[in-house]
């Protein structure tokens, strides 16, 4: 088993968010990331990049974050006893892009990696991530091209990582309490460990250099798309369903909040304009009912 | 001690849902509420009363529902051993109102019953309720008017009532994320039950009968001054700590999505329209910044 190098992980990391900004800003065409720095009292900090009002990104944010501790707090080690009386480190790049033209997809990704140390005794670690998309109005060639992306990314470490991960992002990403996914998927992975460090760590790579080469594409191809007010209205109420997963659902966002993280930097996943309407949903035999009964449905993409 | 009557809370409950309309559309002058009625799989129903786009209310709800069944879950018995093995009925009344007007504040009120029973033992019930207002442009005369009503509603029960459930207010309208209050407070009550069915029946009739008297004449006093875009921007702004604390800390929010509550009358308390900003804040000196500096302040309204 190949050693845990923790500096090669926050390398990586810093990189990516780095890389991702990049290609953003040039999706984008006009606008660039601001930069806050911030230390969490804890330990740790983070280099959180945020862009309001580009060109084709209403709101996006990438988010760097590294936090450590001396003990984990009892709800972590109540789940995992093999956890306590450890030093902790977490880290990760996560991102949420919310897009103006509702052609155009709101997406996520994230990365991230804990580990847990003790002296004497090996490390426990593990990764987690992936990457979702949610359109307003389906297109079966963007689902297609961003499973394909992902199948790509996972296939190269096993036969049934894609199909394994693309049912953990089903299954995650699903509005319990309407019974509705958020939107067609992707991937979502945690707890990796059982492929060694360097193979575990190179998954996780692969599916964090995904990102931006799979969304990017279709930003271009939809962001000229023409669009009224109907869409645009149609774009808000969806996101408020985002809104909804986001802060009931989220561990992510629910760990952060009530762990004391950066308000900010967890809550800048959340759209910049949202409505909320008393049983609202899209009329039969519209272009946005065709949102829910063909792209809101687990679907087989790379089959459809 | 007095029988516990049923019957009696539910007359009361649904009558009080009818007042409260009938005042509101007054308040409003133009629209009137529509009215969904639902029955729960487990047990009961409701009738969720809603006005959207109305003169003066942008969107508002008034939910009466009466729950019950035969055993309750797992997670309310594991804190109330007592209430293992008995029959449970909850039924209240719950609102939210949000004005068009940034000067109009958002307000929400609820009262609410509880009782389980069992054949040959005393009923276990209590009450819970309350009122507090969510202003965007603060004014002191609203404050003490709106404290003023919740008081007189809580002096006849005993001379510490009002201060009690002042601070309990206080205390659980806060978001914690953000260490800010919601609001300005008002009243908030929970497991009354320490004065008699008949007491605690009435107490919580007076801080019931007490919203609509407390509320609409602010609205009248607010509704037509004048704002622009700029007042209706810190409004939206602000409508998303309304979402935020309603989504992660709401009690009976996250009860109800947990529990299989009725989805769109759990949730026609959010906002019709929201905004989110990264690191979004007033500018010192500014009137949207007096309302953090003076008024989401814990303050005794009733001596400022």
Known sequence: MSAVDIPAVKEYLLDLQNRICAALEVADGTASFR??????EGGGGGRTRVMESG??????????????????????????????????????????????NPYVPTSHANV???????????????????FDLTPYYGNKEDCRAWHQAAKDACDPFGDDVYARYK????????????DEPRGV???????LNELGFEQSFALMQSIGDAFAPAYCPIVEQRKDTPYGERQRDFQLHRRGRYVEFNLVFDRGTLFGLQSGGRTESILMSLPPEVRWGYDWKPEPGTEESELYDVYLKPTEWLEA
Chains 1, 2 share one sequence.
Request: proline share 4%.
């Open 167 to 178: 049912k953990w992002c089903d299954e995650y990403f699903h509005l319990k309490h309407r």
């Open 55 to 100: 060109a084709v990104i209403e709101k996006g944010g990438v988010n760097f974050s590294h936090v450590f501790g001396d003990k984990l707090p009892g709800s972590a080690t109540a789940h995992r006893p093999e956890l306590a009386g450890r030093t902790f480190q977490a880290m990760g790049v996560s991102l949420v892009i919310h897009p103006h």
């Open 35 to 40: 930069e806050d720095s911030w230390d969490r």
């Open 185 to 191: 998927g992707g991937l979502f992975f945690d707890d």
């Open 112 to 130: 991230r990696f804990f580990v847990a140390e003790k002296e004497g005794e090996e490390p426990v670690w593990w990764f987690g991530g992936g």
